[in-house]
Nanobody, 119 residues
Framework: QVQLVESGGGLVQTGGSLGLSCAASARTLSNYIMGWFRQAPGKEREFVGSIGWSGDGTYYADSVKGRFTISRDNAKNTVYLRMNSLKPEDTAVYYC????????????WGQGTQVTVSS
């Protein structure tokens, strides 16, 4: 069982930057693929990006590619999402998620943190 807690959300102006963190309660994160998702009001939850268990194998949605960066520190059981050049359409609740390596289901989710980008 993995418990995930996001932090770092807030209000930022268009073009600004914000960093999110996801702290995990697992004994180690090295067995998990970590991901970030987001859900804007009235829209379905969408994939933002993911990172492999060793820190390689990063994947991003086209909408954030080149602006967002995912990283992880397994020693600290923490995953990060750095968001640059933010746009109003990035406004959403951002969720951290984890899935066990070699599986496809995102089994563990955080409670989410709000990111609001003002125009």
């Amino acid at each position: 069982q993995v418990q995930l807690v996001e932090s770092g959300g807030g209000l930022v102006q268009t073009g600004g930057s914000l960093g999110l963190s996801c702290a995990a309660s697992a004994r180690t994160l090295s067995n998990y693929i970590m991901g970030w998702f987001r859900q804007a009001p009235g829209k379905e939850r969408e994939f933002v990006g993911s990172i492999g268990w060793s820190g390689d194998g990063t994947y991003y949605a086209d909408s954030v590619k080149g602006r967002f960066t995912i990283s992880r520190d397994n020693a600290k059981n923490t995953v990060y999402l750095r968001m640059n050049s933010l746009k109003p359409e990035d406004t959403a609740v951002y969720y951290c998620a984890a899935r066990i390596r070699l599986t496809t289901r995102w089994a563990f989710w955080g409670q989410g943190t709000q990111v609001t980008v003002s125009s």
